[in-house]
């Protein structure tokens, strides 16, 4: 039912949400500004930066210069695609046997999956970093992409799990009757029916994976580094250059903000997938 | 062909014995109909035998081989849903060839069959449709059309009735009957329907907790109830069943007549009061409390001139009259 609304109320709540709005998006906006002017320009009195400077994309040349920002984004590319095809590999026949054949075991194994999200990744750090020392993963891409497939991989499952629940037993069932093995079930009628499931959990967790930090600069270095280490890399231990890091950080989340753009729908769609009948 | 015979089959969920044992012989060509309340096990006798259970023991053969231990896709059936079940994603043209597709036929044989089978269904025009765009009817028989294009040995059909309204249902109904008179391959129907059972059946057995009350044509369960769950169940309005004094006097733990087997005449044995009378024209249903018994269901033909509140007298056809013993068994 509508409710009446005056349009003094909806002025007034128009201009909170306004404001509260701009507030949290003024980082991004000042990281955008900063990007375009002069490192002396960048440390001045935020009113001068807006009002008493000009404007340069020198910033983003020397950056390209100093670290070669193609190599960084193709590390990215990589490491995010490819721990998200491999995590799918495991995920939909795991997701599969948990939806439509359970066991009394099932919830526990998948309370099991997402409680790993809860532990602190800082505390495997030692065990896994010594790993990755001593069968010389350090640094690679191929560590990186299973170590992010390995901490991606209980969501994965999760939201499969949750689509695949939303298909009707009934027909796979007549895939079964009408000669399906189980390849062909998957194959033929399963996946092609959980595509928007799939597309939206590829999407979340190559974005999960693009922006993920705390492993890619803990156990790369030079060789697999990708964006989130080439950000990090303009901070503290050079000094701060801020007109530089931020003309590296809009660089880095540039790519991963236009795939989020352009597939905004189909994300929405996947994640409510199921919500409204 | 299409013989399939049941030895023993029992099927437990756990502790929950959902069939406990049961014997049938389904005979090449014919129709079949388990019939029962819910929850009486005729949908999982049904997936047994489909391979979409697995048996707990005891044996399935189908045409003389033991099929107990086969896949569904093995074993030569097809079934229809009562979802219908059909793949959203694919045209109707699609999922009817799929069962072809996954038996690897050719292309060409493929199209043709499909064509023939969309004749048959009244589909010719749709083929190129989705599932989402067709109603109910129509969805029917895509998956009637999934199920015939590979010819089956058997096919088995779960409540398919049940998602449509009456009037498409008694239309679906006779399509189905007809189908299974040009096709003459073996049909076993489940549904909870006993007006579905009486009217399509050349075999119906009765199931109630998972066991078989009775087998036999739709008339013999009719005419000769083996006992009250049968009585009670076949058979619309249901049987009147007395306990009491009146079975007493025929010797019988229960006495059972049938609504239309009570004569409104005068001077009959039994009198009472109209309690509600329906009138649809060709038939009149009365509701009678009858003194000294309780309330009688009496069904007459053609228009009675009986209202809420008369009295009437009654009488029960002597040679229709079903005698049952104190455990419900079917007396002669």
Known sequence: MARAVSTRTKTLNTVIAGTLGFLIFFPILWIIILAFKTEEDAIRAPLEVLFQSGWTTDNFSTVQARSDYFKHFSNSVIISL???????????PAAWSMAFVPAKRTKDVLMWMLSTKMMPPVGVLVP?????????????????????????LPIIIWMLYTYFREIPGEILEAARMDGAGLKEEILYVLTPMAVPGI????????????????????????????????????SSPEGLFYAKLSAASIMAIAPILIMGWFSQKQLVRGLTFGAVK | MGQITLKQVRKSFGDVHVIPGVDLTIEDGEFVVFVGPSGCGKSTLLRLIAGLEDTTSGI???????????????????????????????????????????????E???????????KVLNLTNYLDRRPGQLSGGQRQRVAIGRAIVREPAAFL??????????????????????????????????????????????????????????????????????????????????????????????????????????????????????????????????????????????????????????????APQADKLHRFNKDGRSVK
């Open chain 1, 82 to 92: 490819g721990s998200t095809l491999l995590g799918l590999v495991i995920a939909i």
């Open chain 1, 128 to 152: 896994i970093y010594l790993i990755f020392r001593d069968t010389g993963l350090l640094d690679s891409r191929f560590g990186l992409t299973i170590v992010l497939m390995l901490i991606n």
């Open chain 1, 199 to 234: 597309a939206s959990t590829v999407l979340l967790n190559i974005i999960l994976a693009w922006n993920e930090a705390f492993w890619t600069l803990n156990l790369t270095a030079a060789k697999a580094a990708p964006l989130t280490a080439f950000i990090a890399s303009y």
């Open chain 2, 60 to 106: 399935i053969a189908i045409d003389g081989k033991d099929a107990t231990a086969l896949p569904p896709a093995k074993r030569g059936l097809a079934m229809v849903f009562q979802s219908y079940a059909l793949y959203p994603h694919m045209t109707v043209r699609k999922n009817i060839a799929f069962p072809l597709k996954m038996a690897g036929m050719s």
């Open chain 2, 108 to 118: 060409a044989e493929q199209a043709s069959r499909v064509e023939r089978a969309a």
């Open chain 2, 157 to 314: 059909f779960d409540e398919p009735l049940s998602n449509l309204d009456a009037a498409l249902r008694v239309g679906m109904r006779q399509e189905i009957t007809e189908l299974h008179q040009s096709l003459k391959t073996t049909m076993i129907y489940v549904t909870h329907d006993q007006v579905e059972a009486m009217t399509m059946a050349d075999k119906i057995v009765v199931l109630n907790a998972g066991r078989i009350e009775q087998v036999g044509s739709p008339l013999e369960l009719y005419r000769n109830p083996v006992n009250l769950f049968v009585a009670g169940f076949i058979g619309s309005p249901k049987m009147n069943l007395i306990e009491g004094a009146e079975a007493a006097k025929r010797d019988a733990a229960t006495i059972g007549i049938r609504p239309e087997h009570i004569d409104i005449i005068d001077g009959g044995p039994w009198t009472g009061t109209v309690g509600l009378s329906e009138h649809l024209g060709s038939d009149t249903f009365l509701k009678v409390l009858v003194d000294g018994i309780g309330t009688l269901n009496v069904r007459a033909s053609g228009e009675v001139g009986r209202q809420h509140g008369d009295r009437v007298s009654l």
